[in-house]
């Protein structure tokens, strides 16, 4: 008689492993289903309009933040012309 090894016996603590995708989206769409139902959510889908200037705007802004908040105190000191600029940049750049 051969040893078999299953889910539970492949990480060696005894424990199930992790849950599969298939497992996942099947637990995640019974929760949509009962949100749904509960909550009376409407199947209406809507025309909108994508604002694509004040996403380019926002993502400069955000770009600015993040590359001042990576360089600063590491790359470049605080106090240096490319990270006063970047948070300057990020100040100035008009929110719609």
């Known amino acids: 008689m051969t040893a078999q090894t299953t889910e539970v016996d492949r990480t060696g603590t005894g424990k199930p492993g992790?849950?599969?995708r298939r497992q996942v989206r099947i637990v995640?769409?019974?929760l949509l289903v009962v949100?749904?139902?509960v909550l009376r959510i409407?199947?209406?889908r809507l025309r909108r309009r994508i604002d694509y200037l004040g996403s380019l705007l926002l993502v400069a802004a955000v770009s600015c933040v993040v590359t001042a908040?990576?360089?600063g105190g590491t790359t470049f000191p605080w106090r240096s012309c490319r990270t006063?600029?970047?948070r300057c940049s990020q100040a100035r750049t008009p929110y719609p």
């Open 69 to 71: 908040t990576t360089w």
């Open 84 to 86: 006063v600029d970047l």
């Open 35 to 37: 949100t749904t139902v």
């Open 18 to 20: 992790p849950l599969s």
């Open 42 to 44: 409407p199947f209406r």
């Open 28 to 30: 995640f769409g019974g």
